[in-house]
């Protein structure tokens, strides 16, 4: 019996003869031999088809079997210090399972568009390949980070009678008898589970009606959001540094081969080392008024053009704390030392990527908070149960919320979120 492996794992069979199964990734033909680059899903290898080594037929369907043919091939793995990825496969044996021509997507390139409509397929190309594996180490990271930390997860309801980041990003949905949203973040389903299990983490999609057409955006995008009773902003603070400092580490750890398909500049990477610098508000504000490119008001929220500036002046993301109350959310927590200001936080990737990270301390007083819900004009009625939160053992507490596909796009030093999601949602985009 051969044995079935994958491209992964060639190391531990070099000498035998193994069996390959996957698709053509791109394929070249000199005479007697076919060179057939073969991707399985975890890595490309190199296969060398000799005529007088294999059946007849098996070099002849090869020689009109285009890219993502799917085949298996079965051959001797040979350790080739000259081939990329340090292995090659001398072909023995092989079956065709679909014989293709004219794949839409060919090594050449393609414009955006094309692709995005394209992206079942797109899905398959190696810079897709390690973005999404990347992806897939960032979210195992951020697992492993709160699990070892003692953090339950808990999942928080996608239908939500209510919004909890602004009422101008909803995304209504009829819902029997009554209208529902789309949750815009989980938050408020945390801090109820934190009053009930102490330290807790939701890990899901929400989902914002952006108009905004910009390379930071998706109407759909997977958050987590750590919840802590008893939380302060300053503790937070350093969960987010900790939690961003052990996903690039262990990004860095898993995933080398994905970093270099991207050509990512990992000594980048390296250096993003807790603790990061802090920057509050005023203090950023200044940095921007010296700036000779900045637009920026004193008492704005800062654009992506500010963040950009902010975050190039350092090589960690730093932390952005006590913006002015006017342009924070209602559950946010006033500084006491400095009434016009929220205890919240703002993190900013390096190299220029903007927000990854908002959270802040909450409001724990029944009155303020009441209040606040009056001051901005939302239904009093579906906020009772959240209120409630501060009728029965209310306790100072903070949380965050980090956007996993900007953080991806941060890790792999892509431009667009779009790229750090499978199957992208934007304002003109719903398919494939
Ligand atoms: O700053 P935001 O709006 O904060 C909240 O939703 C809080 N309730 C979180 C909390 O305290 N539990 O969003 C948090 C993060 C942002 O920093 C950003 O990374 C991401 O979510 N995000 C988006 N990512 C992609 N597309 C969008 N339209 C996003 N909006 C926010
Ligand atoms: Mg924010």
Request: charged share 25%.
């Amino acid at each position: 019996m051969i044995e079935v492996t994958s491209v992964e794992r060639l190391a531990q069979h070099v000498g035998k003869t193994v069996c390959l199964r996957g698709w053509i990734y791109n394929s070249s033909s000199k005479g007697k031999l076919h060179f057939v680059q073969l991707r399985d899903g975890t890595g490309i290898v190199q296969c060398v088809v000799f005529k007088n080594n294999v059946p007849p037929e098996l070099f002849e369907q090869l020689g009109h079997s285009g890219q993502e043919t799917s085949l298996s091939l079965v051959g001797l793995v040979k350790a080739d210090a000259r081939a990329p990825g340090g292995f090659e496969i001398d072909v023995t044996q092989g079956e065709i399972h679909q014989s293709v021509q004219g794949y839409p997507i060919t090594p050449k390139e393609h414009g955006i568009e094309y692709l995005l409509e394209q992206r079942h397929l797109w899905l398959r190309s190696k810079r897709s390949w390690a973005i999404l594996r990347v992806r897939d180490a960032v979210i195992t990271a951020i697992r492993s980070f709160f699990d070892e930390r003692g953090f339950v997860c808990v999942d928080s309801p996608i239908f939500t009678p209510n919004a909890c980041e602004g009422t101008s990003t909803l995304f209504e949905v009829p819902y029997f008898e009554q209208t529902a949203y789309l949750t815009q973040s989980g938050q408020l389903y945390a801090e109820a589970a934190a009053m009930a299990m102490g330290k807790v983490y939701t890990f899901g999609p929400t989902f914002r009606a952006e108009k905004s057409k910009t390379r930071r955006h998706l109407t759909e995008f997977w958050m987590i959001e750590p919840e802590v009773a008893y939380g302060t902003l300053d503790d937070i603070m350093v969960l987010a540094e900790e939690l961003l400092a052990h996903v690039v580490a262990q990004v860095l750890l898993r995933r080398p081969e994905e970093l270099a398909a991207l050509e990512r500049d990992v000594e980048k990477l390296k250096k993003i080392v807790a603790p990061f610098p802090r920057l509050s508000y005023d203090e950023a504000a200044a940095i921007l008024a010296k700036h000779p490119e900045s637009t920026f008001k004193y008492g704005d929220d800062f654009g992506a053009p500010d963040e950009t500036i902010l975050s190039n002046q350092f090589d960690r993301p730093v932390l952005v704390h006590r913006y002015p109350k006017e342009i924070k959310a209602f559950y946010m927590k006033r500084d006491p030392a400095q009434p016009d200001k929220c205890l919240c936080v703002d993190v900013l990737g390096s190299e220029g990527v903007g927000e990854i990270i908002g959270g802040s301390q909450r409001e724990d007083d029944y009155e303020v908070l009441l209040g606040r819900i009056r001051e901005h004009k939302l239904p009093e009625v579906a906020f009772q149960w959240y209120l409630d939160l501060r009728r029965y053992g209310s306790v100072p507490h903070a949380g965050f919320g980090l956007g996993l596909e900007r953080t991806v796009a941060w890790i792999c030093g892509v431009e667009h979120v779009r790229e750090a999601i499978p199957f992208p949602r934007t304002i003109y985009r719903l398919t494939p």
